[in-house]
């Protein structure tokens, strides 16, 4: 039972990923069809990243009143509707009145599932997680551009992503048993309700919640800018960059699925401090300033690399960091965090970029590797005190 349970949470995190980089894809065509300029996508994508972290927030009040199988189920079925409603509107305006239910349920299912497994299930089924996020992620743009090469439309990308998301939708309420089973077998503690209050004054909360701002500032910059970098900065041809850009992504996925056998053996803390030096030797790569651009390219891999262990053992340990009983509290407001620091940063390197120089890149990612250790040394340092 808890093997098949298992499979039901994999698929449910692939489909948190598959919306996920599907208006990237579409865009370029879709924007034609229904009279966008190329920048409204920032907007769509604005309005989905406000709306999950609203739903972020409040995922503790869902998961209590609702349950993880349930919630996770409804989630995942808002999703479908929204991802239906966009491959059957051409009207920009309506548009971003789905993306507000098309963010919600996202960050629902996000915060509901990261809290289950770190509950449930040991540390390697956390990095497995994540990892079949990126399965998700992957799928979809392939998915988009069969449908467009075979004059099925972005439209037809979005109804195949949503007929997927029903089928989905619909293995998870026939699982709702074993959801429900798992818990009571596995933990009988209830999860408070402090309210993110609550959540704030336990020791140690503000600074992981700095942590998750600065690791996703720091992983979203790397992989939206890689691109435009190695291009401008670095004298990369278009075509390499694009391939190595996609290889950071890949490195985070591929990562995250050999973590899982060595994530037992070293523990979440060892996990993310080693992660951390991978990154930040990564980062000394990028900025190394030869006139070739291998160094670059092979330290966008190696960054890659070191992001993979770092954001699913931060979740893991939340439950052991701060109880159990405040875990679903306090992971709701750390997606929150994370998915503020991913929606807001990449646009502020845009404006250097513009306005100062791309040269910056490394050094921005520098800034926010190490914010990063720091805050996490400080997070460490303020549970290993309440907990004496």
């Known amino acids: 039972m808890t093997t098949l349970l ?30 966008a300029e190329l920048s409204w996508a920032g907007i769509l994508s604005m309005i989905m990243a406000f709306a999950t972290i609203i739903s972020s927030l409040i995922s503790d009040f869902l998961t209590r ?20 409603g966009f491959a059957t509107v051409d009207n920009f305006y309506i548009l971003c009145l789905i993306c507000v239910p098309y963010g919600i349920g996202a960050g629902s299912v996000d915060a509901a599932l990261n809290n289950y497994v770190a509950l449930h299930f040991a540390s390697r ?45 619909a293995i998870i309420f026939l699982s709702l048993p074993l959801w429900k089973k798992r818990s009571a077998e596995s933990d009988d503690t209830q999860a408070k309700n402090i309210g993110i209050k609550g959540a704030l004054r336990i020791k140690g909360v503000k600074w992981i919640l700095i942590t998750f701002f600065c690791y996703c500032a720091m992983e979203s910059t790397a992989g939206l800018w890689a691109s435009s970098y190695l291009v401008s900065c670095r004298g990369v041809d278009a075509p390499t960059a ?17 973590c899982g056998f060595i994530a037992e053996r070293l523990g979440d803390k060892r996990l993310i401090l ?39 053992s931060v979740i893991h340990s939340t439950p052991f960091c701060f109880g159990k009983e405040n875990s679903q509290a306090i992971i709701g407001i750390q997606m929150a965090s994370a998915y503020t620091g991913t ?35 400080f997070t460490v340092k303020s549970v290993s005190s309440a907990q004496q």
């Open 242 to 258: 694009a391939k190595f850009a996609s290889l950071f992504y890949l490195g985070i996925t591929a990562g995250r699925f050999f």
């Open 65 to 84: 009143k609702l349950g993880t199988g349930l919630l996770t189920a409804t989630s995942v079925l808002v999703t479908a509707a929204s991802l239906f």
């Open 343 to 377: 929606t807001f940063m990449p646009p502020v390197f845009g404006l250097i970029a513009q306005y100062i120089s791309a040269q910056v890149y490394p050094f921005f990612l520098m800034l926010f590797a190490v914010l990063m250790l720091v805050t996490y040394s």
């Open 125 to 169: 089924h956390m990095s497995w997680l994540h990892c079949f996020w990126g399965v998700g992620a992957s799928i979809s743009p392939y998915i988009m551009s069969y449908c467009i090469g075979q004059d099925k439309g972005w439209q037809g990308g979005y109804l195949s992503v949503s007929v997927l998301q029903i089928v989905l939708t």
């Open 6 to 35: 298992l499979v039901v949470i994999y698929l449910s995190f692939i489909s948190l990923g598959l919306p996920d980089s599907l208006l990237g894809s579409a865009w370029p065509v879709m924007r034609l069809d229904i009279g």
């Open 274 to 312: 080693i992660g951390s030096a991978v990154l930040i030797s990564g980062i000394i790569l990028i900025m190394l300033p030869l006139d070739n651009g291998v160094p670059a390219l092979v330290g966008l891999v190696v960054v890659g690399l070191g992001c993979a262990p770092i954001y699913p």
